[in-house]
């Protein structure tokens, strides 16, 4: 489906970044008890692809205005048909698994995605001296007052 020369030279889905990566940190996200949301957004056939990845960004592009996107990655059902053939496909492209990107519907994009898809979902973003360096050790837990984020 793919020569080895093509995977070589494809982009490579890393780490989240942003244009200054000020906060760096993880996701995880909890399946919704069924994907078929996922599927319906991306206009993917069950049948022919398995989704293994998404992405969510956005951001302010003026004063009030936001902008979101969302895509999904995923697996053509011709590489890989049980969980198993990801280590052999893998073994095959030099540890790289390829897959195509499908981007969403901005209407339903980054935290609407969240919202209507995913059972629960965590992230932690840390100032970027502090996440490369060092782990924070959380001695004390305290409740926010109630604020508006506009006040």
């Known amino acids: 489906m793919y020569g080895p020369d093509e995977v070589a030279n494809a982009v490579i889905l890393g780490a989240a970044s942003e244009q200054y990566d000020d906060w760096l940190g993880t996701a995880a996200l ?59 496909v893998a073994a095959r492209y030099d540890g790289r698994i390829p897959v195509t990107q499908v981007g969403l519907d901005v209407e339903q994009a980054g935290l ?12 932690h973003a840390l100032v970027r001296g502090i996440a490369r360096d060092y782990d924070l050790a959380i001695m004390e837990v305290r409740e926010a007052d109630d604020r508006n984020i506009d006040e």
């Open 112 to 123: 609407r995605l969240l919202e209507n898809v995913f059972k629960r979902w965590t992230i």
């Open 30 to 88: 909890d399946d919704p008890n069924d994907l078929d949301p996922l599927y319906a957004l991306s206009g993917l056939d069950r049948e022919e692809w398995t989704i293994v990845g998404v992405s969510l960004a956005g951001g302010r592009i003026g004063v009030g205005d936001l902008s979101s996107a969302a895509s999904v990655y995923a697996v053509s059902r011709e590489l890989v048909t049980r969980f198993e053939d990801f280590a052999e």
